[in-house]
């Protein structure tokens, strides 16, 4: 008789453990497919709650070993520290690479959108003497703010960014006069052979126009 019981227990609770795997599995299913997810991932999407792009950090560097311990904003520091180090050796490429991996740890931190877009597009700019270098970081920093736009929608500030550097720094700099042309005209031939970039230009405008 108890033994009986206890498959009979046993039994319900295998058959309760099944009935509550549908709603589970229908509610956490991570995003990806056709379908876009559970209900829970496409939440963190519409509200902007989810970090997917955090797999994109180095698995075995140190900054991600300071994530796995809570430790972000000591991460975040330690990369715009080396941020100052390769600006000042012009070690450009890790620049970039590591301005990618601080705002893939701070996506919503709107002051560190502001901070890199700016360094990209007047400090780095600054640094070459060719002007098409200096228009391409130029674009490098407006291009990054526009990506923050993309992930801070409800943000006006990196917006007004994007338009201050294309009115700004490409209208009213030094090199006004080639940075306008180049606006609609990009000296990297081989890339754009002769059209604006149409990541900041699609439609061929005029800078003050698309600021």
């Not at 640094?127 to 801070?152: I, L, M, S, T, Y």
């Not at 500030?157 to 550097?165: A, F, M, R």
């Not at 940075?179 to 000296?187: E, N």
Request: aromatic letters at 10%; proline letters at 4%.
């Amino acid at each position: 008789m108890n033994q009986a019981s206890s498959r009979q227990r046993k039994m319900a609770y295998l058959v309760g453990i099944l009935v509550l795997l549908v709603p589970i599995i229908g509610l956490g299913m991570p995003s990806g497919g056709q379908a876009g997810g559970g209900a829970l991932a496409r939440m963190r999407s519409n509200y902007d709650l989810g970090e997917s792009n955090l797999g994109q950090v180095d698995p075995t560097s140190a900054t991600m070993n300071l994530v796995l311990l809570g430790l972000r904003g000591i991460a975040v520091n330690i990369l715009r520290m080396d941020l100052d180090y390769y600006k000042d050796h012009k070690e450009w490429s890790k620049m970039r690479s590591t301005t990618k991996s601080v705002i893939l740890l701070q996506p919503h931190y709107i002051e560190v959108w502001r901070f890199l877009s700016w360094n990209l597009s007047y400090n780095v700019s600054a640094e070459w003497d060719a002007v098409p270098e200096r228009f391409h970081w130029v674009k490098e920093g407006g291009k990054f703010a526009q990506e923050g736009c993309e992930r801070n929608r409800d943000n006006a500030e990196l917006l007004w960014d994007v338009g201050k550097t294309w009115s700004q720094k490409i209208g009213r700099s030094d090199e006004w006069r080639y940075f306008r042309k180049y606006f609609v005209k990009d000296p990297d031939e081989k890339t754009f052979k002769g059209q604006a970039d149409p990541e900041i230009n699609p439609e061929q405008k005029d800078n003050y126009l698309v600021a």
